[in-house]
């Protein structure tokens, strides 16, 4: 099972862009696909992004799109999250996780400690 850990996160204002990174131990990251959830105050986590193995089909809570990028770099067993035109519901820990096929479902029970974006209006 791949292990991940998330980076990146900060405070910033609205409007503003972050760059979140996931980086993956192991050799089999690239056959997983690959996912981006948060989990603000006070609520569930939910899917945000999603990208297959190769990194040629993206998709994207509808909250997000426009907004937000997911990417990947195999040959660095990393993906990242390009965060543009942040605004305060934004505002949650992040998480990458494998997903299940190309859904917004995560494929393992275990979650990484995550990084907070905190967007400040």
């Known amino acids: 099972q791949v292990q991940l850990v998330e980076s990146g996160g900060g405070l910033v204002q609205v409007g503003g862009s972050l760059r979140l990174s996931c980086a993956a131990s192991?050799?089999?990251?690239?056959?997983?696909?690959m996912g981006w959830f948060r989990q603000a105050p006070g609520k569930e986590r939910e899917f945000v992004a999603g990208?297959?193995?190769?990194?040629?089909?993206?998709y994207y809570t509808n909250s997000v799109k426009g907004r937000f990028t997911i990417s990947r770099d195999n040959a660095k067993n990393t993906v990242y999250l390009q965060m543009n035109s942040l605004k305060p519901e934004d505002t949650a820990v992040y998480y990458c996780?494998?997903?299940?096929?190309?859904?917004?479902?995560?494929?393992?029970?275990?979650w990484g400690q995550g990084t907070l974006v905190t967007v400040s209006s």
């Open positions: 192991g050799r089999t990251f690239s056959t997983y696909n």
């Open positions: 996780n494998t997903l299940r096929g190309t859904t917004g479902t995560p494929a393992a029970d275990a």
């Open positions: 990208i297959i193995r190769s990194g040629s089909y993206t």
